[in-house]
């Protein structure tokens, strides 16, 4: 289970639509597909989801879901491969443009 912490309001649009990330576009705000770049950020401890904000919505991850844990450092061996395998744009750049 994790927690994810919101308003009110953009709690009840998740629970009609479900999670969606929004990004700035130059014609106006849109919605991502939500995989990989931007995401939901999530937490084990409800405590800290409630800093976030004042409702609390409590989630189940389905098995095969992807998820990225910011507390573990990357792996710098594959960093490296990625950056000879696409160049040094990978680091800098949106892999999608890469």
Do not use: C
């Not at 990989?36 to 904000?53: K, P, Q, S, V």
């Not at 998820?67 to 750049?93: A, C, M, S, W």
């Amino acid at each position: 289970m994790v927690y994810h912490g919101i308003s009110f309001e953009s709690a009840r649009r998740i629970i009609k639509q479900g999670f969606r990330v929004w990004q700035e576009y130059k014609d106006g705000r849109g919605v991502s597909g939500g995989h990989l770049g931007d995401g939901i950020y999530t937490t084990r401890d409800w405590r800290i989801a409630h800093e976030f904000g004042r409702t609390i919505l409590k989630a189940a991850i389905s098995p095969g879901t992807r998820l990225l844990n910011t507390t573990v450092l990357p792996d710098l061996k594959t960093i490296q491969y990625l950056k000879r395998e696409f160049g040094h744009e990978i680091l800098r750049k949106s892999p999608w443009s890469v």
